[in-house]
């Protein structure tokens, strides 16, 4: 007997999740469920994360987290719970696979059959955000190669064990060529050690493209976190509908398997909802927590209920579905085929893990980091960059002297060009003068001087070179 957590959520979640439990009790599941509250009714409550902290307790007690759509209240103050629980409890891997169910459920892509394996704790979703000016916002895209290294090494790892041909990389690394990039070299790197997996590259643009249009090219795909959270719901909706996807969020010794689909209040509590994306999701907890068999009972009466035509409204179809039935209704439908296997599609056959999957990251030498210049940003309102820069270049000290001006990432001085269209927020980019190394005192000293012309500094880059190569970006034009 295994302890879970469990949540049922908001909207929709309480009936798909009195659903699913339904199917595994009636399957012979060895699990005993610890129930928690969490979701729009905490978030009102005052608690900006949604989650009471002896909620908390029960995770790390439990370690398996079975969870339904929440809602997270409208406007500003309250934070992703989803995001939280992920970064909070370290699980780095969202695997979400994605099959047509042809011809049983509509889909123009017959054939597909791709798992998406999303990095899911940095890139964007580290949700650091600051409004620097009247006219610009930023976001910092954080993406670590330990992080890199072990999203990328569970990718191969999940191909291993799931007799999975070939992993496919989506980044856009042309253009953002240290972020992403690293996570293009770091799979370049990784995948040279399986030599039996193949594997490719895509810039994520054309990826998408293909993705969408022949999904059957595509075995594992491993993304970036905001790449990942996009086509995963895109390669689920193109297997016929996004409600059929369950997804399983993995760490080091813990998990949290749910639907991949929100809490759609709007149908809330009509009995109209699909619970087969948490249910196949529950199919991912029983393989993670060894009850495969189960697991495999579960899934195999399912998929006998799509191809007897019994189906839910959102993928009700005349002349190819036979019966519409509602939550509960379909659910009762999957326990009377409890033991039966599928006709046409293929059966479920499980011969890996999630649990079993372990990676470990490489360590990494220390690189000779030198202090080469830095970036300081200016709030600036109505001024044209040559103003600008004759103002900042009676601030030169003798070590640093101003080489660029960029507005939102594009040179405008010097050489720029008129035409060119400049907000209020100025990257001024200062370098030392000569090979003589430069500290931290000497930067404060240049961003004292510039404080005392009365301009506005927002923030400032320490510019380095690591191990004697440049580690930042150059402007766009320079």
């Known amino acids: 007997m295994t302890t879970i957590t469990i949540a049922k959520g908001d909207g929709i979640g309480p009936e798909i999740m009195d659903a699913t439990l339904q199917v595994m009790k009636a399957a012979g599941a060895a699990v005993h469920m610890e129930e928690i509250e969490i979701g729009e009714k905490v978030y009102l409550r005052g608690n900006s994360a949604g989650i009471d902290p002896s909620a908390w307790e029960s995770l790390r007690k439990n370690r398996v987290f079975l969870k339904a759509p929440i809602t997270t209240p409208q406007g500003g103050g309250f934070k992703s719970l989803n995001v939280t629980t992920r970064k909070v409890l370290g699980l780095y891997a969202n695997v979400r696979p994605c099959v047509a169910y042809h011809p049983y459920v509509p889909t123009l892509h017959p054939k597909m059959d791709v798992v998406i394996i999303r990095e899911n704790e940095e890139d964007l979703y580290g949700g650091i ?57 770091v799979f370049d790197e990784v995948g040279k050690e399986y030599p039996e997996i193949e594997k490719e590259h895509w810039i994520i643009d054309i990826g998408a493209a293909r993705l969408a249009d022949t999904p059957e090219i595509f075995d594992v795909i491993v993304l970036p976190n905001l790449y990942g959270d996009i086509l995963s719901d895109v390669a689920a909706q ?85 019966e519409c039935r509602g939550t509960a209704e379909f659910a009762q439908a999957v326990i009377d085929r409890l033991g039966m296997k599928p006709k046409e599609l293929p059966e479920a056959q499980y011969t890996g893990s999630l649990s079993s999957i372990s990676v470990t990251i490489t360590p990494q030498p220390l690189a000779v980091k030198e202090l080469d210049g830095v970036d300081i940003f200016i709030h ?78 927002i923030k400032s880059e320490n510019l380095y070179l690591f191990n004697g190569l440049p580690a930042y970006s150059a402007g766009q034009g320079q």
């Open 129 to 185: 955000e600051h409004q620097q000016t009247d006219e610009v916002i930023q976001c910092l895209k954080l993406i670590s190669r330990p992080g890199t290294e072990k999203i990328i090494r569970y990718a191969f790892e999940f191909a291993k064990a799931y007799n999975r041909k070939k992993v496919s990389c989506f980044t856009k690394d042309n253009i953002m060529k240290m972020t992403d990039g690293l996570f293009h070299k």
């Open 238 to 322: 193109i297997t016929g509908s996004v409600g059929l996807a369950g997804s399983a969020n993995i760490g080091d010794g813990f998990a949290m398997f749910e639907a991949i689909h929100g809490s759609a209040p709007t149908i809330a509590g009509q009995n109209k909802a699909n619970p087969s994306g948490l249910l196949l999701a529950a199919v991912q907890m029983l393989i993670h927590i060894g009850q495969k068999e189960v697991a495999e009972k579960i899934h195999n009466a399912w998929l006998r209920t799509l191809e007897d035509g019994i189906h839910t409204a959102d993928i009700f179809k005349e002349g190819l579905s036979k």
């Open 380 to 457: 600036a309102k109505g001024i044209l960059p040559d103003d600008l820069a004759t103002k900042l270049q009676s601030a030169n000290s003798a070590y640093l002297e101003l080489i660029m001006i960029t507005n939102r990432g594009t040179k405008v001085w010097p050489n720029g060009f008129p035409e060119t269209f400049c907000t209020d927020h100025w990257r001024c980019r200062f370098k030392r003068k000569t090979t003589a190394s430069i500290n931290y005192q000497q930067v404060i000293a240049l961003m004292q001087s510039i404080f005392a012309s009365g301009l506005d500094i």
